[in-house]
């Protein structure tokens, strides 16, 4: 069966959808694991993205299991979800991953960090995906690879921390020498300190709810991690100039409570920039006429001008991965004819074996034996290799409808 895509982004639904939905995966593909119509699933969940790749039985089926197994996981509040889905189907499904690995779908048309979720999405859910989604996600962040390696989009591209810092930089007086609060100990954390080096941020000091925070200061020279104590926290907090989150940690909020508490009460406007999913900032923060709040949905109203000529270069080579992976696909499709005419072929020499194994010495019995067995990996070559050029050609049917009649094989070809 063609693989299919189901799952919503930033574009069609809300932050808050897409963190809600992230905080049932393990439930969403457990159920899937569970259902005897997919043959294998990965999830690619992000800030902006939840999408499912599914590999089914059987199309009609396998839409329904999908909806039913994300309708298991979505409240009432959230029902909407259910009209927002969207799906791709086979070539559809293809070159949207194609393209969401090269960093074409992005929030940021080029953004770096892409293809890494992509890589990590296959990595976590290897258990429950199999070889054709494995192959899938495989040729996506190859060609993702080649964009990066051969157009401007992949060597000057952005990402969320780097737009986000940018409104920093533009609107909120500029980074270089001041104080900057990290929250947050993730892949996005490491991106952020580098970002702050480049731009000659002054102090930059990290705090982490998991405890992480000293292992992560270690492995980043510039970073001072502040220690699990709720009062170190909200020291950290009165003196930032500057404050990144991205932990996304459920509960780990910063609240109109928390900067009360902390002393934050300034004239200089303090900005926060929440590159998190679940957001780590409380909406009412925003209120607050001495902060100055930095979204992901800000961050997608202020996206630059992508470069038209990279843009096209880039999906170039995507509609060319995108072909290449059809190309190979389309020969598999033989793999069940090709299969089925070599057992066939094998169970007639097996028998012409056994029959010489009775009536000649062993000596003889194992030459007839070689010579029997090069003659049928001759024979089968021709018709191997043109059932191959047919899989790929779309034409498999005129060579399984020949087998059906000359041979009486029937052989069932997955789509």
């Known amino acids: ?101 090269s960093g074409l779908d992005a929030v940021v048309v080029g953004e770096r960090e892409v293809a890494g979720q992509v890589r990590r999405a296959l990595t976590e859910y290897s258990k429950v995906a199999n070889a054709k989604l494995n192959r899938l996600f495989q040729a996506a962040l190859t060609t993702s690879k080649a964009v990066k390696n051969n157009t401007e989009l992949g060597s000057a591209g952005k990402s969320l921390a780097s737009v986000g810092l940018d409104l920093v930089d533009e609107q909120h007086g500029g980074i270089r ?25 002054g102090e930059i000091k990290v705090a982490s709810a998991s405890g992480r925070a000293e292992s992560f200061a270690k492995t980043h020279p510039r970073v001072e991690a502040i220690g699990a104590s709720e009062e170190e926290f909200l020291v950290a907090l009165a003196n930032a100039e500057i404050i ?3 932990s996304g940690r459920v509960g780990n909020r910063i609240s109109v409570e928390l900067l009360e508490k902390a002393g934050v ?43 038209a000529k990279a843009t096209q270069e880039a ?63 001759a024979l089968l070559h021709a018709p191997s290799v043109r059932a191959n050029k047919l899989a790929k050609k779309g034409d498999l049917d005129s060579f399984t409808n020949a087998l059906q009649t000359i041979f009486g094989i029937e052989v069932e070809v997955n789509n």
């Not at 996005?188 to 000659?200: H, K, M, P």
């Not at 020969?331 to 072929?345: E, S």
């Open 315 to 377: 999906e170039r080579i995507v509609q060319q991965g995108v072909e290449t992976y059809a190309h190979v696909e389309g020969g598999r499709r033989a793999d069940p004819a090709v299969t089925a005419i070599r057992r066939y072929v094998s169970e007639i020499i097996d028998k012409e074996i056994e029959k010489a194994e009775h009536h000649y010495s062993p000596e003889t019995a194992e030459a007839v034996a070689r010579s029997l067995h090069r003659v049928s990996n």
């Open 177 to 201: 020498g001041r104080d900057v609060l990290v929250l947050g100990t993730g892949d996005y954390a490491g991106v952020v300190v580098s970002e702050l080096t480049q731009r000659g941020a």
């Open 244 to 246: 990144v989150c991205c």
């Open 1 to 101: 069966m063609p693989i299919i895509q189901v799952g919503v982004t930033h574009r069609n639904t809300s932050n808050a959808n897409l963190a809600k939905l992230s905080e049932h995966k393990d439930q969403l593909l457990a159920s899937l694991n569970a259902s005897n119509v997919i043959d294998g699933a990965i999830l690619l969940a992000t800030c902006n993205r939840f999408e499912l790749y599914v590999d089914a039985k059987k199309f009609h089926s396998g839409v329904e299991t999908v909806k039913e197994c994300v309708a298991e996981i979505v409240d009432e509040s959230m029902r909407q979800v259910a009209y927002e889905l969207e799906m791709r189907v086979g070539e559809l499904a293809v070159q949207h991953l194609f393209e969401v690995a």
């Open 265 to 307: 009460n300034r004239y200089e406007v303090l900005p926060i920039v929440d590159l998190a999913l679940p957001g780590d900032v409380d909406p009412a923060v925003a209120e607050l006429a001495h902060v100055a709040v930095i979204t992901l949905s800000t961050i997608a109203e202020n996206v630059p001008p992508e470069q």
